[in-house]
């Protein structure tokens, strides 16, 4: 029955406490490499909430635009311009700024992000929202997001409560506050640049911010006729519209918002990096575990070898012990990663998620890993002489 049992794995199982260690080395690279990936779609993920949830099929930005939270307004015109297009339906904008909100226990300010629009009609896809758009019809009234990080105070609590409650809120360079009162919650979360929401009426986002001219929106809207063909009027509008305007379908708009922070961003940069680096580690590690392993058996390896056993057979046996370092060390990594991504998930509220692409993509990255690994340390193996070692 012994002889049953793979070389491979007796010569692992031999020494436990080494075969733990290497378990252990590489289940924390695979962390590495999980956390890595999991914060990286969080930034995202998170990023591009606000353009996954816009209704419409079209959206209007300024050619300065690099991210939506940095302001980059247009005139409100492009917008009844585009609306002069047969394909065109119906077009809504959008005002985005920051603010400073003050915390109604500590009285500390925050910034958050503002979004502004005409709750005449529906321009999110969140049911929440949709549900208040009457509550937000009346004057300095607004929406909280709940899901928005603790530092605003126990707003969302408050209200759930159903205590009344006013917060004040601050134009980036005002000293005055403006009060306004909550009258409803959703949930859209924070992301790297944004620590939390709040929706309003655009005549009370004109209120909160006196340098903002209505004339000037952040991102219009455009829903098309049944039957239209986004790219056709997409290229139609680009090329009629003013260059201080571009068109964009809700995926470019994403990716747009992607490339900034992956492209543009140190953090993306350092993300990318950071990825790039765990697999390095990890390579050196398993070289360092499976070298060793060699060399303390390499008396075995050329004993095998005058025995008649070719290169082909040791190599498969050094392949197969870092095919099974890869596998048990993956399982306990991806049960930690579980496990540290539902701890960051809540002190962040970042979306920060398992998922089967993440699961398999550090699965493969685990195998290459250990295999490259055990490709760079079989050197000495290959040119291992019986003759010398006895």
Known sequence: MRNKIPVAWLQLARQKLRFLVALAGIAFVAVL???????????????????????????????QYKSLTSNQSFPRIRLYQALGFDDVESVNSLYVQFAKLKNPINGRKFPIYVLGFDPAKSVFKLPEVNQNLNLLKRPNVVLFDRGSRPEFGPIAEKF?????????????????????????????????????????????????FLDRSPEYIDIGLL???????????????????????????????????????????????????????????????????????ISSHLAEYATLKAMGFKNKYLLGVVFKQA????????????????????????????????????????????????????????????????????
């Not at 993956?330 to 701890?343: H, K, T």
């Open 33 to 63: 490499m999980f956390m890595q990936i999991g914060f990286q779609d969080a930034l995202y993920a998170s990023a591009t909430q606000v353009q996954k949830n816009l209704e419409g099929d079209l959206f209007l930005i300024s050619s």
């Open 160 to 208: 759930v409560q159903n205590e009344p409650v006013s917060i004040e809120i601050f134009g980036y360079n005002s000293l005055v506050g403006y009060r306004v009162k909550i009258a409803g919650l959703f949930k859209l979360g924070p992301s790297f640049g944004v620590d939390g929401n709040l929706m309003i009426s655009y005549s009370t986002f004109i209120k909160v």
């Open 223 to 293: 829903t098309l006729k049944p039957g239209a063909d986004p790219q056709k009027v997409l290229a139609m509008l680009s090329a009629h519209l003013p260059k201080d305007v571009k068109v964009l379908t809700r995926k470019g708009f994403i990716d747009f918002e992607k490339n900034y922070w992956s492209v543009r961003t140190p953090i993306g940069f350092i993300f990318n990096l950071m990825v790039i680096m765990g697999f390095i580690v990890g390579v050196v590690v398993v070289y360092q575990i499976l070298y060793s392993n």
């Open 323 to 390: 095919f099974i370092l890869a596998i048990l060390g993956y399982i306990p990594g991806i049960f930690i990663s579980i496990f540290l991504y539902d701890l960051a998930k809540n002190a962040t509220k970042l979306p920060v998620l398992m998922s089967y692409d993440k699961a398999l993509i550090i699965l493969f990255a685990t195998l290459l890993m250990c295999l490259t690994s055990a490709f760079l340390s079989t050197n000495k193996l290959r040119v291992v002489d019986p003759a010398e070692i006895f």
